[in-house]
């Protein structure tokens, strides 16, 4: 017995075309998103318009923009993917070399410069059609990974995590400071945190991440010293310890280090020897694919940072 005869007259596939849309606001952006051509994308418009009886889309100049009815279906479609993932997906339980597409992972920015090689080399291996793409870490890394556009995501640090992600620690991190040959740092075995605070520091950062986020880090290793830039990246931080007293960070004894600078163990107060973490969204921490890439990701990581 069907329940509900006109539902069984709705294509499912023109729910997707409506979520992109929503989101793009443009055919021509949808039919690229898509893989279709953008005639294709306004005659699915159209029937989805026949069926629900409702304009879905204003045209405003180069924009369509979604009515009530349009964004009310819009926020239905994550529930409908998870539901699809559960019951599709996760039998299927592919075999790893069948595997094909990007997975996209993110990180702060120091320790992209760490793990995106050995991940990179380690997908490899396993799954050789899938390619990783890198990319820094942003404020809205969560809402991007329930909307499925951030798969991984790797943190080092300790604050909560939210409740939509499902999070593994992965191998302890080691911490060094970076400064120029000759500083009086460099003389040292090891460096605490009484030992930075008398010098600037010069930080890398994620280019859309918060600065605050370091701010908060740096209380973390109870360090007063005062920033004395923000970078894009390690190496550029590094660029300018070599024509001052000030010094960087490292996560681990990394490779990336310039001529003239120097790496010296730093001692990381007790109560925050924080481990990487890796996190996935929870709707994912079931589905039996997922769950073992993310370990062998782990466990490869795990052996480099212990190597390292």
Known sequence: MILYPRLMQLDFNLLKVLYVLVEVQS????AHMLHLSQPAVSKSLNKLRDYFKDDLFIRQGNQLHPTPLAQELSTL????????????VDPLALPAAEWEGDISISAPVELLDIIALPITQCLAQITPNIRPMFRPINNDFV?????????IVFLHSSENHAKELFVQDVAPLSVSILCREGHPLSQKANVISEDLNPYPVFLAKSSEFDSSYLQRLMEQYELTSNIKGLFHSSLMAQQMLGHSDGYSFAFTQQQHILPGIQSVPFVVPAQYQKPIQVCIPRNMKNNSNMRWAVDQIRDCLSAHLSTV
Do not use: D, E, Y
């Open 77 to 88: 479609m994550p529930q409908l993917q998870q539901a699809f993932i559960k019951v599709l």
């Open 27 to 30: 055919t021509v952006k949808a």
């Open 143 to 151: 809402a991007q990974m329930s909307s499925g556009k951030l798969n």
